[in-house]
């Protein structure tokens, strides 16, 4: 499968915890976005990366989430302090600038539960 | 600020009924359109997409799309569901200048009974 992975899958943590997220991309790819969505909502924009570049964050991503994507291939979002409020889907895509169009494709998602 | 709405939030149809969800946006600049399905217990996955060009557009499946600029409206149409259309859409805009992030509707559940 050549899609857009993450992991895990699926993660619980008590409160206070610290988390951190996998995304490997669509190989070719060299723009990663990452969403979070919650029940009954659309997804919601987080940021997004250029290659290695972190090229904009969303309001919603407080000081305690902090995202990177060192060798412009995959990328980890981490979140510390972990709050109940941070349950979520937390999702990533990845495009191609190249093809000049903003068509992203979507991972599986990784479902943070916080107790 | 940018919005994306979608007015359905849960639509229940008969096999073989016409779709027709509705999806207006906010942003008044070039933007680039795409609606999203998530079936049960999959990701989210591309449905159609429209750029430029032709406002009515084809996705898989049957599905189409048309773009009205002077509404801001790119509804999602099917001229006859199937139970195997049962699943959550999503409606999402980008501005075309940036090819950034996208913003999404809530979502309509689509419920289709065989």
């Known amino acids: 499968d050549t899609g857009v992975s993450q992991d895990p899958r699926h993660k619980i943590t008590k409160r206070g915890q610290n988390v951190t997220f996998r995304c490997d991309p669509i190989s070719e790819h060299n723009r990663l976005y990452w969403y979070r969505q919650t029940l009954g909502q659309g997804p919601e924009f987080l940021t997004y990366?250029?290659?290695?570049?972190?090229?904009?964050k969303s309001r919603l991503l407080s000081d305690r989430f902090s995202a990177e994507r060192p060798k412009g291939s995959f990328s980890t979002l981490e979140i510390q302090r972990t709050e109940q409020g941070d349950s979520a889907m937390y999702l990533c895509a990845s495009s191609s600038v190249a093809e000049g169009r903003n068509e992203q494709f979507f991972g599986p998602g990784t479902r943070l539960t916080v107790l | 600020a940018q919005s994306v709405s979608q007015h359905n939030h849960h639509v229940i149809l008969s096999e073989a009924a016409s779709l027709e969800l509705g999806c207006n946006y906010s942003?008044?600049?070039?933007?680039?359109l795409f609606w999203y399905v998530q079936y049960p217990g999959q990701h989210l996955q591309l449905l159609l997409k429209y750029f430029s060009g032709d406002p009515l557009v084809k996705g898989i499946k049957g599905f189409e799309a048309e773009f009205i600029k002077s509404k801001f409206s790119f509804n999602l149409r099917k001229p006859s569901v199937q139970w195997s259309d049962t699943a959550e859409y999503f409606c999402a805009v980008s501005r075309g200048s940036t090819l950034g992030r996208l913003y999404f509707g809530r979502g309509t559940q689509l419920t289709v009974w065989p």
């Open positions: 990366f250029q290659n290695e570049a972190q090229l904009e």
């Open positions: 942003y008044g600049g070039t933007v680039n």
